[in-house]
């Protein structure tokens, strides 16, 4: 048979090393020597020892074998092929960003922790926000409860506000963590869905947990698929203790609210941006600190003391359940403002290790059980992962106050005791000593029982809050927690799985049951499931809970793309971009081609994206400014008409100029469809098409275009 072309050896195998390849190798001529600066400093190894050649290793003539004596190559490969560490078992996707927490009310009366003694007291901080179920390598829009992780590096110690996006959480007890997560995360045996509660599993363990019924309300809910990490609230779920110098306590609940007000996008829209931009947050978060719009959150607190604790219809130990605003007032006592980026993502974001057990003397902690398993459980992680107790070395770890202790020794240990004394206590008079006054002193709550595996009697109502969430919520955001239930359960295969889902509901809200069971076409309703406690249904509805009653009224921190072509009226872009910059809100111009477009005044405009990498799930608003002949060429276009459909779909508002009316009728959007179609018709136009897009979606349609 003879050889295939392939098959025969290559002219390259036996090729001697030529000129140009000893130039490169010398850095002397070529694209190398072009790349290099010229006060690039000299290349060396880990060892410092200067390198001459980093690109060919060391071999016995040409082509090789290649020499075990190449220390270089040995400790190129070698260093590469330990670069990763296990990624964190839970919130393995995560964004870092640093910044500030400045104090803009004291706490004096309520705890003696030193951020909170003097108004205008700036406390560096890092924040790593987080999906919880994917992967490292995850999207950012999954339907997900979304991290909230603030380190503080107060002047007593770090203080670690490890919070999530929603205030509470699926369980009651630590014990039942590892169950939850192997239940969420991909199924062992075929290692998919990755990023997804959509599965059997997820919804058999949440089926057979009745406590989960109220957060499962909050991850169905819009909250759960957040328009970014700088339009969400934060949540240190738990109730902490706050302590002042007479060592007296307070309960507190902390809440991070964000200064650009709540939004989120729609499932469909979700899905699209995951595959149009995966990153979608992360470069939200990036561009807008590079920018110089730093995000901002104001902390507010709840505090309460033990008789409102001893009042209330829940117990605040229980971390299902929430205290609602309208109850307790949440007051501002400081803002947080992120605005630098890490310098290298692995460094900073990767190697943070947040804790709950990090506490300042004056904050302690709550009996919560979620809290002292967790207070356990983060700790341990940190070696896990980070592979060595001396973790508190890593700078971004490190407090950035003084410290002093005699740990000591250990893989990697930066900083050990100098001097002799390397314990206490000793008679040289060295090293630090214990101060009972300064020093964190726990509470001494005064707790007694007989040792039982137990869950208390006030923990059992699982329905109560879930029912007052759902009913707190606008109709539209209604529709979306029964549209999102449905979706789900659809991808679980097992009937009585789904139905078992049903169940809980219907101790929820009647006519949420109802939707689901028929929108997945089960025939009968199943019967309520066994409720612990009955649940109640005198609970006010707190308004506070819906994304869509607290709209900022505002189109600052947004993002307008505007489909454009040659041709494309030069005032109203103009008119568009002015009134933007006024609102604080920015605008990218989608165009046919990258190079760009020359618009009706032969102004060349560059292009932010293609039509094809600029689809509208990336914008909050859209607008189409195009000439006639440009808008009969775009109606061939699938992509184009994709971006005014599901502009329209996604409840946007969307600005045309009269030659756009054709890509709008080919997308079937009908030029007057309703108000959130805005002809962009006059120079004033542009300014109250901006004025309209403050309300960022026109939920009237919804009911039309059945999201
Ligand atoms: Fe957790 C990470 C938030 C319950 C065990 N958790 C982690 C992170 C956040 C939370 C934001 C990411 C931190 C980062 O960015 O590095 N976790 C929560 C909240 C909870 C909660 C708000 C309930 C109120 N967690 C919880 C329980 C346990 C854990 C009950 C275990 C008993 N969590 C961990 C962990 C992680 C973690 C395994 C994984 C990576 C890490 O800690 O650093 O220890």
Not at 510 to 537: C, E, F
Request: proline share 7%; with cysteine.
């Amino acid at each position: 048979m003879p050889k295939s072309k392939s098959s025969k050896p290559s002219q390259l195998t036996f090729r001697k090393a030529t000129v140009h390849d000893q130039k490169l190798a010398r850095g002397q001529g070529g694209d190398f020597h072009q790349i290099a600066g010229k006060d690039s400093p000299v290349m060396t190894t880990a060892q410092g020892g200067p390198v001459a050649d980093d690109l060919n290793s060391l071999k016995a003539g040409a082509p090789g074998p290649t020499l075990i004596e190449d220390f270089h190559f040995r400790e190129k490969i070698f260093h590469f092929d330990h670069e990763r560490i296990p990624e964190r078992v839970v919130h393995a996707r995560g964004y870092g960003v640093h910044g500030y927490f400045e104090t803009t009310r004291s706490l004096k009366e309520y705890t003696r922790a030193d951020l909170f003694q003097r108004v205008g007291e700036k406390t560096p901080v890092f924040v790593r926000f987080s999906t919880v179920a994917g992967a490292k390598g995850s999207f950012d829009l999954a339907r997900d409860v979304r991290g909230f992780a603030v380190k503080l590096y107060t002047k007593e110690g770090n203080w670690d506000l490890v919070g999530n996006n929603m205030p509470v959480f699926f369980i009651q007890d630590a014990m039942r963590f590892p169950d939850l997560v192997h239940a969420v995360k991909e199924e062992p045996d075929r290692a998919f869905p990755q990023a997804q509660s959509a599965h059997d599993n997820f919804w058999d363990f949440i089926s057979l947990t009745p406590e989960a019924m109220h957060m499962v309300m909050w991850i169905m809910s819009d909250r759960a698929i957040p328009r970014s990490f700088r339009f969400m609230e934060g949540f240190g779920v738990h109730t902490f203790r706050l302590v002042n110098g007479n060592d007296k306590s307070s309960f507190v609940k902390f809440i991070w609210k964000p200064k650009l007000g709540l939004q989120s996008v729609v499932w469909n829209e979700a899905v699209k941006i995951n595959g149009a931009d995966p990153d979608f947050h992360r470069r939200d978060m990036w561009d807008a600190v590079q920018a110089g719009n730093y995000p901002e959150w104001e902390l507010c607190v709840q505090i309460f003391d033990h008789d409102f604790a001893d009042s209330f219809d829940f117990d605040v130990l229980d971390p299902t359940k929430l205290i609602p605003e309208e109850i307790i007032k949440p007051v501002s006592v400081g803002r947080l403002v992120l605005d630098r980026m890490p310098d290298n993502f692995f460094a900073e974001t990767e190697q943070v290790a947040f804790m709950t057990q990090n506490v300042p003397p004056g904050i302690d902690f709550s009996d919560d059980p979620l809290l002292q398993g967790r207070n356990f459980s983060y700790l341990d992680t940190q070696l896990k992962r980070l592979g060595s107790p001396n973790f508190t070395h890593i700078p971004i770890n490190a407090p950035k106050c003084p410290f002093h202790h005699f740990q000591q020794d250990g893989h990697m240990a930066m900083s050990n005791p100098v001097g002799r004394a390397n314990y206490q206590p000793n008679s040289w008079g060295l090293g630090p000593r214990p101060d009972p006054k300064r020093g964190f002193r726990s509470y001494p709550g005064d707790e007694s029982g007989p040792k039982a595996r137990l869950r208390p009697e006030s923990f059992a109502d699982h329905y109560s809050q879930a029912r007052q969430f759902y009913q707190s919520q606008t109709p539209v955001e209604q529709n979306h927690i029964a549209m999102a239930l449905t979706f789900e359960l659809s991808k679980v295969e097992t009937l009585a799985i789904r139905e078992r889902m049903v169940s809980h509901l219907r101790n929820i809200d009647q006519d949420l049951a109802k939707t689901v069971a028929s929108k997945l076409g089960m025939g009968k309703l199943p019967k309520a499931a066994d409720a612990a406690v009955p649940p109640r249904d005198d609970l006010e509805p707190s308004p506070a809970l819906s994304i869509i009653e607290n709209g900022p009224k505002s189109f600052a921190g947004r993002k307008l793309g505007v489909l454009v072509d040659d041709g494309s009226d030069a005032t109203v872009l103009k008119k568009l971009q002015q009134a933007l910059k006024k609102e604080g809100a920015a605008m990218e111009l989608i165009a046919p081609a990258i190079g760009g477009i020359e618009s009706s005044d032969g102004e060349k405009m560059p292009a932010d994206h293609m039509v094809d990498g600029g689809p509208s799930v990336l914008f909050d608003a859209v607008a189409i400014v195009l000439t006639k002949n440009a808008a009969k060429r775009l109606s061939q276009e699938a992509t184009a008409l994709d971006f005014v459909s599901d502009a329209f779909h996604h409840c946007k508002f969307i600005g045309f100029t009269e030659g756009a009316a054709e890509l709008l009728s080919a997308a079937g959007v009908e030029p007057k469809a309703d108000k959130g179609v805005v002809p962009l018709d006059s120079p004033a136009s542009a300014a109250n098409f901006v004025d309209a897009c403050r309300q960022l979606r026109i939920w009237e349609r919804e009911e039309k275009v059945k999201l």
